[in-house]
């Protein structure tokens, strides 16, 4: 069946540091690819998204390619703040049901 | 506002008890899901619909009932409460012209049984 791997948590870095999540999947067909953000108490917004081999997400500096060879979508972000502190999903859509998510990674931004 | 609304927020429930956790879309989303949210393990699959009068099992349908009569609404049932379904419960939809718009979550229910 179809699968999200993403790496443990929960990850700590220094204002300004730069950041990658990994997150690879399994999935039959040609699954559209997606991170989602859950900020404290809230429920999950979308962050960006990747709908075809080599597409490259971005939103709010965060970006994120969809590598078919590797079955991979790693998220990036050049200099993290604060304000990112949350925990961050990785999830494919194959059309067919609904969303398959990974375990979330939190990340924790220290001034 | 559009979007997904649940309720209620919060929900104590005894062991065996039951009750229905709601959710209602007005952005006429054919595809609905509900999820669990526990610690370290990301969002479980519990049903999902395609559309109205089509409902389908996920990865954790047991002790769980729903139904969608209307696109509007796909409400989940907790048949017997039991503490191990204390958890964070979210409701999600998109339309399903294009799976590359994503999924609409809702805020969230946080569920206790004692």
């Known amino acids: 069946g179809d699968s999200v791997t993403q790496m443990e948590g929960p990850v700590t870095l220094s204002e300004e540091a730069c950041l990658t999540i990994?997150?690879?999947?399994?999935?039959?067909?040609?699954?559209?690819l997606f991170w989602y953000v859950q900020y404290p108490g809230e429920g999950l917004q979308l962050l960006l998204k990747?709908?075809?081999?080599?597409d490259k997400g971005s939103n709010k500096g965060f970006e994120a390619t969809y590598r078919k060879e590797t079955t991979s979508f790693h998220l990036e972000k050049g200099s993290v703040q604060v304000s990112d502190s949350a925990v961050y999903f990785c999830a494919l859509d194959t059309g067919r049901r609904a969303l398959t998510f990974g375990s979330g990674t939190r990340l924790q931004v220290q001034p | 506002n559009a979007g997904v609304t649940q309720t209620p927020k919060f929900q104590v429930l005894k062991t065996g008890q039951s009750m229905t956790l709601q959710c209602a879309q007005d952005?006429?989303?054919?595809?609905m899901s509900w999820y669990r949210q526990d610690p370290g393990m990301g969002l479980r699959l519990i049903h999902y619909s395609v559309g109205a009068g089509i409902t389908d099992q996920g990865e954790v349908p047991n002790g769980y009932n729903v139904s969608r009569s209307t696109t509007e609404d796909f409400p989940l049932r907790l048949l017997s409460a039991a503490p191990s379904q204390t958890s964070v419960y979210f409701c999600?939809?998109?339309?399903?012209?294009?799976?590359?718009?994503?999924?609409?979550f809702g805020s969230g229910t946080r569920l206790t049984v004692v």
């Open positions: 990994n997150c690879t999947y399994t999935a039959t067909g040609y699954p559209s």
């Open positions: 990747a709908t075809k081999a080599d």
């Open positions: 999600a939809s998109r339309t399903n012209m294009d799976s590359n718009y994503g999924y609409t």
């Open positions: 952005m006429n989303h054919e595809y």
